[in-house]
């Protein structure tokens, strides 16, 4: 089925510095990735839809200039938490969206998450 | 507003009896609805997904799910849990008739399968 990686897994910073964020779909191309933040035990929040060549669709409430979304490739989005701070922490889950091949259509695949600990 | 409801918190369930994780939907028109599921501390994977069709759609790890138009529901069953099946399970609608691709999620329901 169609895979998405996430990179790293797991990170810890101290408060003010920025992280990145990878989100890889290894087995077909995403012109449309997602990134959710979700709390401990509560739903996916979506944050913002990441198009490809495109400036990144921010929800209601999410600020655009604190967390950067970039989709240099039909393979690649990054997400960088800028002047990361205590309030920052959660876990941090990408979709990759494909649009059709061999899985199906039609269905975001996710990542297996990204535990950001700020100090 | 489009919206998803799942209304039990947690669903506790012996080991080889059924289970149903139930789901309903709020959008207008023919929606496109999705079953994930997540082990802790990772992300959500891919059950099963209605989009057209038969309305009994079957999913990965022998799940099933029902699309029934007039209740507005997408319930999710298996015919023999095994403790295995014990994560979080997630329903999510999308609305194919909107502009953008989004997913709305339920809240999630836990599921407790005992041995």
């Known amino acids: 089925g169609a895979v998405v990686s996430q990179h790293p897994s797991r990170v810890i910073c101290k408060s003010g510095t920025s992280v990145k964020i990878e989100c890889r779909s290894l087995?077909?191309?995403?012109?449309?990735m997602f990134w959710y933040r979700q709390f401990p035990k509560q739903s996916l929040m979506l944050m913002a839809t990441s198009n490809e060549g495109s400036k990144a669709t921010y929800e209601q409430g999410v600020e655009k200039d604190k967390f950067l979304i970039n989709h240099a490739s039909l393979t690649l989005s990054t997400l960088t938490v800028t002047s990361a701070h205590p309030e920052d922490s959660s876990f941090y889950i990408c979709?990759?969206?494909?649009?059709?091949?061999?899985?199906?259509?039609?269905?975001?695949?996710f990542g297996p998450g990204t535990r950001l600990t700020v100090l | 507003a489009q919206s998803v409801a799942q209304p039990e918190d947690q669903v506790n369930v012996a080991e080889g009896n059924p289970l149903t994780v139930k789901c309903t939907y709020s959008v207008s028109g023919n929606p496109y609805l999705f079953w994930y599921v997540q082990y802790p501390n990772r992300g959500l994977q891919f059950l099963l997904k209605y989009i057209t069709g038969d309305n009994l759609v079957k999913g990965s790890y022998g799940f099933e799910a029902e699309f029934n138009k007039s209740q507005t529901s997408f319930h999710l069953k298996k015919p023999s849990a095994l403790v295995s099946d014990s994560a979080l399970y997630f329903c999510?609608?999308?609305?194919?008739?909107?502009?953008?691709?989004?997913?709305?999620f339920g809240t999630g329901t836990r599921l407790q399968v005992f041995p």
């Open positions: 087995d077909f191309q995403a012109t449309t």
């Open positions: 979709s990759a969206r494909d649009l059709g091949g061999a899985w199906s259509t039609d269905t975001q695949y």
């Open positions: 999510a609608v999308r609305d194919p008739r909107s502009n953008t691709d989004k997913l709305i």
